[in-house]
């Protein structure tokens, strides 16, 4: 079993700086996402670990050992494609014995690893087919299973279940998993898809235009972004600018109660989670400024509704409600923000929380 | 509506299932002619334009005697396969033809393939522009380009040798040899050879067990087609070879030519085309995936 450490690792095509001086601790046997945007450069970081890339900068170790000298073909690691890449000419077995084979291993050893690697990915039965007679969902596994059969001290998967449709992917997901789970094996996993970075990881790496901007448990990156794009990227926010003065942030006609630490006069930004966002009966008095709007559009979403509220001075504003709440497109509600974060320049979030009718007080 | 009529369109009315159904096979028929029309009639075309003459050469080659009104040969016989193949100059321009075809293919496969591999796997300035030169060779009337490259040959010593024919054909091949293992090889995805050196392989075995396997039909093609349009290839060895480089197309040619007896060249026509339609049809086996239309669609 091994750790991973990126340390500074850059990489440079042209003038264009695909990933810039990035740094990933990756303890043993943990499952780490890497999400991103289309473009940020997740792929590119995780084939210079897979040795597919040289980076132009900084150190990939294994283990604490340096490996950006090793070939891809001499590196503990093991890479699972996007694409489709089961060698077509070759049965199953020989696609998952390739690597054995090239270890001289005995016959014996090498049927006993396939057999299990097959076994671990639930195709036992398939040694004999080619790979045009399996389906994306099951090359995909086999794909898993050639990577696994090598006992590498790392493994890294690619988007692999982009291609799939989406009820295979998440059964996949699943599994993969379980089997990660099993096999306790050093995972890195890139995906654009935060659904399932939230699902599968221990720890997520958000990186936006070649850097890590968070890395942290999924539920602490939901609750608490460490900056704005990860706050715009993870999950539904609204974001609202806003200026300090007086204690108070001045956000359009309306206002919130201000992190003392904030110095008068700097220009914020507000991010609010649509379910922090809780609908006040007209007639309350509630202590602090609650927004007067109108619903715009109100769309079931089967455990949850979600509504568009149009507040004047502050536009389009999202809401998750209740199905207890009884609305309709048209009516006329108040709302009042239970939670809320105050993005200052780069510094991390400011966090604000409001009990239940007693006012805002803070929190961090 | 008067209860007569009512009647009679009852019994229309059962009747007229039958008569649809009668109707709909026969409409069904027409249309069928109408839609596959052009088809019918290229097919027709086929027959007068390619069986037509190739029955000719078949039944001239099996001819004894064939007098002018008679629409087929009046004496049958094989005196003229005899004849033909015990000429001296057939025994050594076969071999000589064998041989020519399999060192032209050889040398194109050994200059082609490795720029081919390049053309498709490296990204260097006028790499396109160096695809469609290939073009060029077969862009301009052959004799003329021929003529002047004769030239050439001429104050080189190479007119009349057997190296010089070989220079002269080899030219032929290129555009077959560099643009069909071209699109062969990037057809084959990169992530595919990633996935193999990942699993420890290295790049020559990579190449060998991954990248060489997926493209050995379109090279197979690729070389059968080349020894096969060589072998035919008489245009270049008539000007470059003669007099003392004979192939057994330049034969052909001098035979057709020289001769009023038209089985001789009947004969060596059926005996040229015997190979190169065992081969063809060798290739037809080898042809998956397109990758001749492929190639020539780069």
């Not at chain 1, 996007?82 to 998952?96: A, G």
Request: proline letters at 5%; charged letters at 15%; a neutral charge.
């Amino acid at each position: 079993m091994a750790t991973l450490d990126l340390i500074n690792l850059t990489k440079q095509f042209g003038e264009v700086v695909a990933v810039n001086s990035i740094n990933l601790n990756v303890g043993d046997g943990e499952f780490l996402c890497i999400l991103g945007p289309s473009g940020c450069g997740k792929s590119t970081a995780l084939r210079m670990v897979g040795g597919f890339e040289d980076p132009s900068a900084g150190d990939v170790r294994i283990d604490g050992q340096s490996v950006i000298t090793l070939p891809a073909n001499r590196r503990p690691t093991a890479m699972v494609f996007q694409k489709y890449t089961l060698w077509p000419h070759m049965r199953i077995y020989d696609n998952i014995a390739f690597g054995l084979r090239l270890r001289r291993l005995s016959t014996g050893e090498i049927d006993r690893a396939v057999q299990g690697a097959l076994q671990l990915v639930g195709l036992p039965t398939y040694g004999k087919r080619y790979p045009g007679q399996l389906s994306g969902g099951e090359q995909q596994r086999v794909a898993l299973a050639r990577a696994l059969v090598l006992e590498p001290k790392i493994l890294l998967l690619d988007e692999p279940f982009s291609n799939l449709d989406a009820l295979l992917r998440v059964r996949l997901r699943e599994e993969l998993r379980a089997i990660q789970r099993r096999v306790h094996i050093t995972t890195i996993f890139v995906t654009h898809d935060q659904e399932e970075a939230l699902s599968l990881a221990d720890r997520i790496a958000v990186m936006h235009k070649g850097q890590v901007e968070q890395v942290d448990k999924a539920s602490n990156i939901y609750a608490s972004p460490r900056t704005l794009f990860v706050a715009d990227f993870i999950g539904a926010m609204n974001l609202l600018p806003a200026i300090c003065q007086a204690g108070l942030l001045q956000l359009g006609a309306h206002h919130l109660a201000a992190p003392p630490s904030l110095s008068a006069g700097s220009s914020v930004t507000i991010a609010i989670r649509p379910e922090d966002l809780a609908l006040v009966a007209q007639s309350d008095s509630a202590p602090s400024d609650t927004w007067a709007g109108s619903v715009l559009q109100l769309m079931d979403l089967g455990h949850y509704r979600r509504a568009i509220v149009d507040v004047p001075t502050l536009g389009q504003l999202k809401v998750y409600l209740s199905k207890s709440v009884m609305l309709n497109e048209g009516d006329s509600v108040q709302l009042t923000p239970m939670r809320y974060l105050v993005y200052h320049a780069h510094e991390a979030p400011l966090e604000m929380q409001q009990q239940a009718g007693e006012g805002v007080m803070v929190y961090r | 509506m008067t209860p007569s009529e009512t009647a009679e369109e009852q019994a229309t009315e059962a009747t007229r299932p039958k008569q649809t159904s009668v109707n709909l096979t026969l409409r069904a028929w027409l249309r069928v002619l109408r839609r596959e029309s052009f088809g019918l009639v290229a097919l027709l075309l086929l027959i007068v334009g390619i069986l037509g003459p190739i029955s000719t050469v078949f039944l001239w080659a099996f001819t004894e005697r064939w007098r002018y009104p008679s629409l087929l040969p009046t004496e049958w016989g094989i005196k003229y396969w005899a004849q033909t193949l015990s000429r001296a100059d057939i025994g050594s321009a076969l071999p000589l033809s064998i041989m020519l075809s399999l060192v032209v293919t050889g040398l194109s496969a050994l200059i082609c393939l490795p720029a081919a591999y390049a053309f498709a796997r490296m990204r260097f300035p006028g790499r396109q522009l160096l695809l469609l030169s290939f073009l060029v060779t077969n862009a301009f009337p052959r004799f003329g380009l021929y003529v002047s490259i004769a030239i050439v040959f001429f104050r080189l010593d190479l007119v009349g040798t057997v190296p010089g024919v070989i220079l002269i054909q080899l030219i032929n091949t290129l555009l077959l040899m560099i643009w069909i293992p071209t699109s062969a090889f990037q057809g084959v995805d990169r992530a595919l050879e990633e996935a193999a050196l990942d699993v420890g392989a290295s790049r020559l075995r990579v190449f060998v067990q991954i990248t060489l396997p997926m493209v050995l039909p379109a090279l197979g093609a690729a070389l059968l087609l080349t020894f096969v349009s060589t072998f035919y290839e008489a245009q270049g060895a008539l000007l470059i070879g003669l007099p003392n480089v004979r192939t057994m197309p330049v034969l052909m040619y001098s035979l057709i030519n020289n001769q009023v007896i038209v089985q001789y060249g009947a004969v060596i026509s059926l005996v040229l085309w015997l190979p190169s339609f065992l081969l063809l049809a060798f290739v037809q086996r080898f042809l998956r995936g397109n990758a001749v239309t492929a190639g020539l669609g780069v």
